[in-house]
């Protein structure tokens, strides 16, 4: 089997993101604790983030409008201005917080880097992701980036077939079983779970069972022996 390219998600995959998406979680609770209990105020945020993704998309600024719009609902479109600042200041903090690599990410990019053409392949908001790619150091190791609005089998094929040789020569690997694993595999890829501590909700999907062509790794730092044990097959 010859694999010329491997993709690889961004958030939680390379670097840290659903922790910091939680703390302003527990935030966005504790500011509205005097008009609902912390299941149902998380209940109601889920709703409205799922309700807006068509909208809005994945990242921090969708995040902080479902936010804002879940606190009208709870207080009958009267949520006091401290509040809406609040919740504002959170979108601005994570915005700007700094990016930390997951261990073992740097030598395995390196690696992977020089036998195989890197993409990566990621949701989120664009200027988001693009600070993230640049202050992570990891850039360069990168001969493609593309920052989607979703990810299905439709976006692997096009994504494996501009920058690879066929998504039947690629790997996509990532913490989303729902965005990073089955797709791809429906896509003719190989593709590779590496969770992350917290999964996101709207995230969350069954394995996909015996599949040749599906891996599940402890930590991304197993992913290039991984690969090239397939590869040199």
Do not use: C
């Amino acid at each position: 089997m010859n694999i010329t390219t491997v993709g690889l998600d961004a958030d939680d995959t390379l670097w840290h993101n659903e922790t910091i998406f939680r703390l302003t979680h527990d935030r966005f609770v504790a500011l509205l604790a005097d008009h609902a209990d912390r299941d149902t105020l998380e209940a109601r945020l889920a709703e409205t983030e799922k309700r807006n993704l068509r909208l809005y998309g994945y990242g921090v600024k969708g995040f902080t409008l479902s936010m804002i719009e879940t606190a009208m609902e709870l207080t009958g479109g009267e949520a006091p201005a401290p509040v809406v600042r609040e919740i504002l200041a959170a979108g601005r903090e994570m915005l700007a917080h700094p990016v930390e690599t997951l261990p073992g990410v740097d030598e395995a990019l390196a690696a992977l880097s020089e036998r195989y053409r890197l993409v990566l392949i990621t949701k989120g908001d664009l200027l988001d992701q693009e600070r993230k790619l640049a202050a992570s150091g990891l850039g360069d190791l990168f001969a493609a980036v593309e920052i989607v609005s979703e990810k299905d089998r439709g976006t692997y094929d096009r994504i494996f077939a501009r920058h690879g040789t066929g998504a039947d020569e690629a790997v996509m690997a990532g913490n989303s079983m729902k965005s990073d694993v089955l797709p791809a595999l429906e896509a003719g890829a190989f593709a590779v779970h590496i969770p992350y501590a917290i999964t996101w909700a709207h995230e969350l999907a069954e394995a996909p069972g015996d599949h040749d062509r599906f891996g599940a790794l402890d930590s991304i730092a197993d992913l290039p022996a991984w690969i090239a044990a397939r590869s040199d097959g």
